[in-house]
């Protein structure tokens, strides 16, 4: 069971001292990185802010975290999902609650990220279809071995092969993501700072 | 070992193995090689890093370095395992040759599974 994150370092251990400001960010493309981040909800400023510390390998960051976060063909709301449980796997808080804007609009609300991060295989809002999808991005980090063939063949009964490689790739930078802004303790909040 | 660039600055696979299995007293790696890897280490738990492991790392590596190493990590960290679950190998062979998956299954699949 993955209780909602609370993190212990109130504004968390990086945040202060190692995130710019928004007005010493004069990169073009980051700064429409942060745009779409207020649109989107995705990245997130605190991490974009963050990573303009070295703005060269940001700017190859970002096609990459606009493509798994807003790109493919999977729904807005399933990513939102994942993205959910993964954080709660590591205790990370920034990415635990409601973010995607698009994801909000549709009607994940936080108890419904909370029910996949702590019962999603009994809970009657989630389709079967996305309990296999949080089951299959939570072994990859848990016990990657009982990712095995037969659970591909089960993955494929409900996804394309090109949905089960999107998701994948997804989980997986997914995952990066809400380690290091758990690591730093970042906070949902940050973004506004 | 992958990055062409490490061979050139003359990282071996024997340094790269020391450095995964006994970091702490391998003769190989400086302190600040150390300060990096006692970090990644830390990531097992992430919830748990407090303030002064970032400031211990902070005496080895810049802010900017420190970023740098994020953006590794996030890279990394996930990429690996989820390559795990679809016996995806490496394509490029330890002399920098492309080859195929089923050759480079036998390269570092063997390996891995040693």
């Known amino acids: 069971m993955l209780a909602a994150p609370t993190h212990r370092h109130g504004r968390g251990v990086m945040a202060d001292l190692d995130v710019l400001d928004r007005v010493d960010i004069v990169d073009a493309e980051l700064i429409g990185a942060l745009d779409r981040s207020d649109r989107t909800g995705l990245p997130g400023s605190w991490l974009l802010r963050l990573f303009a510390r070295r703005p060269d390998s940001a700017r190859l960051m970002i096609p990459m975290l606009d493509a798994v976060n807003r790109g493919g063909s999977l729904s807005a709301r399933l990513k939102e999902l994942v993205r959910s449980l993964l954080a709660g796997m590591v205790g990370d808080s920034y990415y635990a609650g409601p973010r995607c804007r698009v994801a909000i609009d549709e009607g994940v609300t936080d108890e419904l990220l909370s029910a996949a991060r702590s019962g999603y295989e009994d809970d009657p809002r989630l389709s079967d279809r996305e309990r296999l999808a949080l089951r299959y991005s939570e072994q990859i980090f848990l016990d990657s071995k009982k990712v095995d063939d037969d659970f591909y063949v089960e993955l494929k009964t409900h996804f394309t092969e090109a949905e089960i490689m999107e998701l994948g790739t997804f989980a997986s930078i997914t995952y990066g993501l809400c380690v290091i802004t758990a690591a730093a303790g970042a906070l949902p909040e940050d973004d506004d700072l | ?114």
């Open chain 2, 1 to 114: 070992m992958r990055a062409a660039s490490c061979k050139q600055q003359g990282l071996t696979e024997d340094a790269l193995n020391e450095a995964i299995e006994d970091f702490e007293h391998s003769s190989r790696l400086d302190e600040r090689d150390r300060a990096v890897l006692r970090f990644i280490g830390l990531l097992q738990d992430p919830q748990e890093i407090q303030p002064r492991d970032l400031d211990a790392l902070r005496s080895s590596c810049s802010r900017e370095e420190i970023v740098e190493l994020l953006m590794v990590i996030f890279m990394n960290v996930g990429m690996h395992q989820f390559f795990a679950t679809i016996d995806f190998y490496p394509m490029l062979d330890p002399d920098g040759n492309s080859i195929s998956q089923a050759q480079s299954r036998e390269i570092y699949g063997v390996k891995a599974e040693a």
